[in-house]
């Protein structure tokens, strides 16, 4: 796992959604900016916290997207990401 799988998965599941990211970014770490701050390589975070982000997008993920295939999903594989 690495910064851009989680900026993809925040990016994925905003388009699908119709939020903005700066929505999903304060719904899963209450910062507005912290994806973009992500993705622009003003920021990092953790390897728990990255765990966190997988495991939210993991439960909530719209059953009629497709999880990205560059990523195994923790409720299918049983597996730690």
């Known amino acids: ?41 003003r920021a990092g975070c953790t390897l728990k916290t990255a765990n966190q982000i997988v495991d939210w997008f993991d439960q909530r993920w719209p059953a009629d997207l497709e999880w990205p295939s560059t990523l195994n999903r923790p409720s299918d594989t049983g597996a730690a990401v």
């Open 1 to 41: 796992m690495n910064i851009e799988t989680l900026v993809l998965l925040a990016e994925t599941y905003s388009a699908h959604t119709s939020l903005k990211l700066s929505t999903v970014s304060t719904y899963i770490r209450n910062d507005g900016k912290f994806f973009d701050n992500l993705k622009y390589k």
